[in-house]
């Protein structure tokens, strides 16, 4: 790979300013002296300010979503039902809440818990 | 801590004052990527309703060991990869008229539509990182660590992306 190539491929990081001091130095030096290193440079600067003009006059329905999303934050279970036996250690359990999962079901054999309907919980 | 951490963690106690400080905050950043990688904008605000909802379930796993900027997207990559894999299996909700929105007048449209055409000829992968580089300003570290590839996956992901726009917009 030339080292034109190389200098090239840096340069969206090297506009944004995220480079270490000696590879930013580097950088420099190299396009200073490449006359396609600087019509290079001047093409990543240009797109990258016409990439950021065209996402800016995207609009965002900030408002709309945050009125979807607010009353659901506190969603209290809206139904759950029971049925089992302690003594024979055979337990099925349905939920539903107001939230975008809205049915959970979980048999419990002899204590082992195993979710049969609705998606396992994840970190976030 | 950093101000963002703190703001993280006052949302973990469920303030719902300082989900809304988040939410005013991330929002915009949510919503436009999930927009590079989605491209419909019915699912783009899906994915910030489902991201917001599981930072506000899970902020309590934010640990500081990246932005909170690149935790919440990579939430939001997660949201919208989920979304399409639904999409796929036809398990999708139809779209909804999200055209009551409307552009900046002031813009100069013809080069916004230029980028715009540009960009919907790009993959999806390529799309995104040139969002993150360009527009979310990341470092190659940073989005190797979001993307989970290596940092001269990125590089030539960047390179593809230039090299596709060029020649769109020449």
């Known amino acids: 790979m030339s080292i034109c190539q190389t200098v090239q491929d840096w340069m969206p990081w090297y506009v944004s300013g995220h480079l270490e001091a000696t590879k930013m130095g580097r950088l420099a030096r190299h396009i200073d002296s490449c006359e396609a290193c600087q019509k290079e440079l001047a093409h990543v600067i240009q797109l990258r300010h016409q990439f950021a003009l065209a996402v800016d006059a995207t609009p965002v329905p900030i408002d709309r979503v945050w009125d979807v999303l607010s009353p659901t934050l506190d969603a209290p279970k809206k139904a759950r039902i029971d049925v089992g036996s302690f003594l024979i250690g055979v337990h099925f359990a349905i939920a539903a809440d107001n939230q975008r999962m809205p049915v959970q079901g979980n048999l419990k054999v002899l204590g082992h818990k195993v979710q049969i309907i609705g998606r396992r919980k994840k970190g976030a | ?170």
């Not at chain 2, 101000?3 to 469920?14: F, H, I, S």
């Not at chain 2, 902020?59 to 935790?71: D, I, M, Q, V, Y």
């Not at chain 2, 055209?99 to 993959?123: I, Y």
């Not at chain 2, 990341?138 to 020649?167: F, W």
Request: a positive charge; aromatic letters at 6%.
């Open chain 2, 1 to 170: 801590m950093t101000g963002e951490g703190r703001l993280l963690a006052l949302v973990a106690t469920q303030d719902r004052g300082a989900f809304h400080l988040l939410y005013d905050q991330y929002a915009n950043a949510v919503y436009r990527y999930a927009l590079s990688i989605l491209r419909k904008p019915h699912l783009a605000e899906e994915v910030l309703q489902e991201t917001m909802m599981a930072v506000w379930k899970g902020a309590r796993h934010f640990k500081g060991r990246s932005k909170a900027l690149t935790w919440i997207l990579g939430i939001a990559r997660n949201q919208a990869h989920s979304l399409i894999r639904k999409e796929a299996k036809g398990q999708r909700l139809p779209e909804t008229d999200s055209s009551a929105e409307t552009r900046d007048p002031t813009r100069n449209l013809h080069v916004d539509l230029c980028v715009q055409e540009a960009l919907e000829t790009l993959s999806p992968m390529h799309r995104e990182v040139m969002h993150l580089v360009f527009y979310e300003n990341l470092s190659m570290r940073e989005i190797a660590d979001m993307l989970g590839i290596p940092e001269g996956t990125v590089k030539s992901r960047m390179h593809h992306a230039r090299q596709a726009m060029a020649k769109e917009l020449t």
